[in-house]
């Protein structure tokens, strides 16, 4: 299956640890990175005070199911310091799938498309990065969304490495 995955980081070496959740996903039985966007700097979103992100949106590929992918970034998550303490609140990384194939879910662990990533330009700027034309499994064309003139969402690095 092929699968496009949304990754951030805002404490500590940013840019590090975004290229060590690549590494580390490439690690994981199953998970294959194919490509990455550029790297966004970005605003935080949510309301909680706290330093700028960095996010890219990596294309994989993987036979897992869709749980056994969550489990599998929620590792990586975990490997790199991840803690979940406040909602949309700092992280060393954050990975989140955004869609997979053309497949719909919608239960309590997991929700693809993710419900949110229409509403994110921290999402939506790397992945036209990737994909100039992009089209949710419910036939919604993301080019269509509206991004205003200054999104938060500013370049910051060439894409991370996807080679194991």
């Known amino acids: 299956m092929d699968a496009l995955l949304g990754i951030g980081s805002n404490l500590g070496d940013r840019l590090e640890t975004l290229q060590r959740g690549v590494d580390l996903l490439n690690?994981?039985?199953?998970?294959?990175?194919?490509r990455s966007s550029r790297v966004f700097e970005?605003?935080?979103?949510g309301g909680v005070e706290q330093p700028t992100f960095l996010n890219a949106v990596l294309e994989i590929v993987t036979?897992?199911?869709?749980?056994?992918l969550l489990a599998a970034t929620q590792h990586v998550e975990g490997a790199l310091g991840r803690t979940r303490e406040i909602r949309w609140g700092p992280r060393t990384l954050d990975v989140d799938?955004?869609?997979i194939d053309?497949?719909?879910?919608?239960?309590?662990?997991l929700t693809i498309p993710h419900p949110r990533m229409r509403e994110r330009a921290f999402v939506l700027i790397p992945l036209l990065?990737?994909?100039?034309?992009?089209?949710l499994p419910d036939g919604t064309e993301l080019l269509h969304v509206r991004?205003?003139?200054?999104a938060g969402v500013r370049p910051f690095a060439p894409p991370l490495r996807t080679d194991p």
């Open 27 to 34: 690690a994981e039985p199953g998970i294959r990175v194919t």
């Open 147 to 150: 991004l205003t003139a200054d």
């Open 63 to 68: 036979d897992l199911e869709p749980h056994e």
């Open 129 to 135: 990065d990737l994909h100039p034309a992009p089209v």
């Open 42 to 45: 970005t605003e935080p979103v």
């Open 97 to 99: 799938i955004l869609s």
């Open 102 to 109: 053309a497949l719909t879910i919608d239960d309590p662990a």
